[in-house]
């Protein structure tokens, strides 16, 4: 329910509906049809049918599949599938259709957005779900089971409310953007378009303010907001905290996935993508294009430049102005190995000024044999 077909030309000219599963709608279209819409090119059957996408060794007759490490050759050697996306090189050990692209893994993102389309939403309110006079709710927005719509709010074209979601007081949602289910959003929460909010999350709780009282803590009314930019993703059970003051700001295209923390205040550049159980406090500012990998933390009152990468379990503590990778996870190694290891540790110290003391007596047997006559 609150969902309904596509209207689109490609929709309407290419593909044939088979059926709809978990949400998205499982539809067939010939190779060379796909093709044209990928803008690759197509090496073998023109006229046959694709309708999933699917693994190399699950694939069957009817299957698309994707093709981008040379370690799994063999299963690319053995796919009963219609067609595998690949690049150039790997071309000569395919057994099927070919769909040749510079790009492998962004086009089988493109076919598989175009096999497995969602459906649209259709407008209307379940019957169970509340919503509070004075909101503006667009005819053509859904309005999930259970789902609350609080004063002042704004919904606007093609929005998905989906069940349990709340949605605050003043708050704004544009066009096209899903809450998929049991999402909050908070008071004066700005969501921009196409925005996708994965279960679970809640956006613009409180920020964790506190003054100090002899032993207590006062907390400090945070009367910011937090905006999401158009395009963002924001995975489930990721909370991201209201402003102070100001509002705490998600730009267009950034991505972030389940599991996240984000203080407030934070500022998170334009297509910059997170991955889970990763902490940014507040009021860190992280650039554009960036990559924070899963677990890392950042202290508060930072600044990270465009173009910044952190590999997994990273442990930020000053800010980062030149773009590049950076580390500071120790890999895991067997536990004999770690233990040994961790014995070396405390004896570091130890180490360092031994090794300072053996330096200046260097320099003193050098500054010696200098002052020495010929």
Known sequence: ??????????????????????????????????ANCLGVELRGDSERYVQRVETLERADDTSLCFFGDRRYQAKLGATSAAAVILAEPDVPFCPVAALVSANPYLTYARAARLLHPELAVAGGRHPSAVVAQGTQVDPSAWIGAMAVVETGAQIGPRVFVGPGSIVGSECRIDEDSRLVARVTLCAGTRVGKRVLIQPGAVIGREGFGFAKDGERWVRIPQLGGVQLGDDV?????????????????????????????????????????????????????????????????????????DDVHFTGMAMVTRSVSEPGHYSSGIPAMPSAQWRRSVARFRHLEGLARRLKDLEEKRDQIIAELQREPE
């Open 233 to 305: 993703e924001i995975g489930a059970n990721t909370t991201v905290d209201r402003g102070a003051l100001e509002d705490t700001l998600i730009a267009d295209g950034a991505k972030l996935d389940n599991l996240i923390q984000i203080g407030h205040n934070c500022q998170i550049g334009e297509n910059t993508a997170m991955a889970a159980c990763s902490g940014i406090s507040g009021s860190t500012k992280i650039g554009r294009n960036c990559t924070i990998a899963g677990a890392v933390g950042m202290a508060g009152h930072l600044t990270i430049g």
């Open 1 to 34: 329910m609150g969902r309904g077909d596509r209207n689109e030309p490609f929709y309407s000219d290419h593909l044939e509906i088979y059926t709809t599963v978990s949400g998205f709608r499982i539809v067939a279209i010939k190779l060379q049809d796909l």
